[in-house]
């Protein structure tokens, strides 16, 4: 908290197909390195991006509720799960920016590989005027405007911010990098080690684990 106020919220989407160790980590890493009061998990309910996840949305969105209990900087958004329409991106930001207020500093999670997709998405450019952006380093996806579509690039280039302390400076509008602990470990990696019969111990927490088995989930690729 500074001048009275509130510290930037981070917003963390993703389908979590299912959330693993990565997910986790790079949330409670933001939170230090980006001066972030808490961040809020936003579970994709239809993601518009990618083929239909192999299990259902209220099974994700478990998953995130499990992995995330007992963390006071976390909670939990479930109207993308809720919603019938697909899950844009910026309806989501409209809509967090309606209930939190124009001057709530928001702070939109993402890896390197998502924001190396970003001008695919939904009114992607109006992202910047709703929530700042920052960007968490993640293996195998440099962040450099060089492996950035020209788009992006000239984006990155000009809302850039050298210190993510002014992140709290301006509701939105720049973008940040950030450096997590890396982590090879991805939601594909799981699902294929599940389906083959393998062991996925360790990649993500116990409790995903347990509702995995119990629900006998991602048997089948
Ligand atoms: P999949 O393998 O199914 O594509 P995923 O592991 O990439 O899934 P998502 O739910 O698609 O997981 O990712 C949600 C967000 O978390 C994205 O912004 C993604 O870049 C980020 N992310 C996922 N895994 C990591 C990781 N290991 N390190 C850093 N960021 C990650």
């Avoid at 976390?74 to 930001?93: C, I, Q």
């Avoid at 992006?152 to 990098?177: E, H, M, Y």
């Amino acid at each position: 908290m500074s001048d009275g106020l509130p510290a930037p919220l981070g917003l963390f989407g993703g389908t979590f197909d299912p959330v693993h160790f990565g997910h986790l980590r790079l949330a409670e890493e933001s939170i230090g390195h980006l001066g972030l009061g808490g961040v809020r998990w936003i579970p994709a309910g239809q993601p518009p991006h990618r083929g239909a996840p192999q299990v259902t949305a209220d099974q994700r969105l478990e998953m995130v509720r499990r992995s995330t209990a007992g963390n006071e900087r976390f909670s939990v958004d479930a109207s993308e799960v809720e919603a019938a329409a697909p899950s844009y991106t910026v309806h989501t930001l409209e809509r967090l920016r309606r209930e939190l207020g124009p001057t709530q500093s928001l702070v939109l999670l993402v890896g390197a590989d998502a924001f190396a997709g970003l001008a695919s998405w939904h009114r992607w450019a109006d992202i910047f005027s709703l929530a700042h952006v920052a960007v968490s380093h993640r293996p195998g996806f440099p962040v450099e405007t060089g492996s950035l579509p020209p788009e992006l690039a000239s984006q990155f280039n000009a809302r850039r911010l050298s210190d993510a302390g002014s992140l709290k400076d301006a509701p939105a509008g720049g973008i940040v990098t950030f450096a997590m602990t890396q982590l090879a470990i991805s939601a594909t990696q799981i699902r294929k080690l599940l389906a083959n019969g393998l062991s996925a111990r360790y990649l993500l927490p116990d409790s995903v684990l347990d509702y995995i088995q119990t629900h006998s989930l991602y048997r089948n690729s």
